[in-house]
């Protein structure tokens, strides 16, 4: 409806965990990274927790994206609000044990070891991927820490991969399921995004929807995108979908900060951590790391802006683009020229936006 007064081929603030749209950070990069590493070398139990909202099922979904083609036979529960039975009913049609397996947990375990055993055998990984765990009964949480006891003397044959809330950790700390805490192999968390990245997020996905990020929010706009999300991704999207359509009414591009704060009045949003420290500078944490065949001195230094937002934002844009080109299923990456050193004071949001990308996606023709 909008897309086409931004200059935009599609909406770049839909909900659905597209993973064309896949902002990695150095946190979302290093969670990716574990997803995949615990399932190919199969170390059995994977736990991804975060803040509802925070990118853990994009995250997951991308990784399974890059493993097809490994070998990988992958298994997918997004609604584990299950009684144990429909939990047995629900493996045997993924597993093809046959419905009368259901039946009799007996059968269904003597099965899927069986079908376990074969994949192992060919070279095939199977991963059991739950969404939203933090909703599994009790006695689920125990299936499932039967089910990862699956293995040989040397392998693991069902990778199971748990991805919730926070509350998923809280569970998993109580004494009644340290079993199933003492088999996690490996962990990782997502938080909400800073300024910076909350910039860079929102500057890349119009990017790949087509279109110009500076012709869309203004600096100020962006802010207060921030401030009322607390760097949530998923509401974030909420704001800057709900904004481009009230812009889009009021014949206004780009969208300024008044109309953001009359999105987030309209969805009875308030400022999170309004009195938030801008860093100074970019934390090195954020800074790209380095790739095989390339050196620390090879990479552009980060320039030290001011302190005000617009600042962040503009470092934003200066680190996106000196990002190289990484498609979270290849090693290769692309070194790519340092752009201008953004002027603080000209506010201006995605200068180096407009030439480079940050994303590993190819542009819309």
Request: charged share 20%; glycine share 6%.
């Amino acid at each position: 409806m909008y897309h086409e007064y931004y200059g935009l081929t599609e909406r770049p603030f839909d909900l659905t965990p597209n993973t064309r749209y896949l902002y990695l950070t150095p946190m979302h990069r290093e969670a990716l990274a574990a997803v995949q590493y615990g399932i190919t070398s199969r170390r059995g139990i994977i736990v991804v927790t975060g803040e509802a909202g925070t990118g853990k099922t994009t995250i997951v979904r991308a990784a399974l994206r890059a493993l097809r083609g490994e070998n990988v036979r992958q298994t997918y529960l997004n609604n584990p609000a299950l009684t144990r039975d429909e939990f047995l009913q629900f493996l045997t049609k993924a597993f093809r044990l046959g419905a009368e397996s259901a039946l009799s947990k007996t059968d269904l375990l003597s099965k899927l070891t069986a079908v376990l055993a074969k994949a192992h055998a060919a070279g095939q990984v199977t991963a059991l991927v739950v969404d939203e765990a933090q909703s599994l009964p009790h006695e689920l949480l125990e299936e499932i820490r039967l089910l990862a006891n699956i293995e040989t003397s040397t392998a693991k044959l069902l990778q199971v991969v748990l991805v919730g809330q926070p509350e998923l950790a809280d569970r998993l700390n109580d004494s009644s399921l340290r079993q199933l805490k003492q088999r996690v192999a490996i962990r990782a968390t997502l938080r909400p995004l800073d300024l910076r990245a909350t910039a860079a997020l929102i500057a890349g996905r119009i990017r790949v929807a087509g279109g110009n990020p500076s012709e869309v929010f203004t600096p100020a706009a962006v802010e207060l995108v921030y401030r009322y999300s607390g760097g949530v991704a998923r509401t974030i999207n909420v704001i800057c979908d709900n904004a481009l359509l009230s812009g889009f009414a009021a014949e206004q591009r780009p969208v300024g900060p008044a109309l953001v704060e009359e999105v987030c009045r309209d969805f009875d949003l308030a400022p999170r951590d309004p009195q938030a420290r801008v860093p100074s500078r970019l934390p090195a944490a954020d800074t790209p790391r380095p790739t095989l065949g390339t050196k620390n001195n090879d990479r552009p230094a980060s320039p030290t802006l001011g302190t005000s937002p617009a600042g962040v934002v503009a470092a934003a844009a200066t680190a996106a683009a000196s990002a190289s080109d990484t498609d979270p299923g290849s090693t290769t990456t692309t070194p790519r020229t340092a752009p201008p050193t953004p002027d603080d004071s000209s506010r201006d949001l995605f200068t180096s936006f407009g030439k480079r990308r940050w994303f590993s996606f190819r542009k819309k023709t």
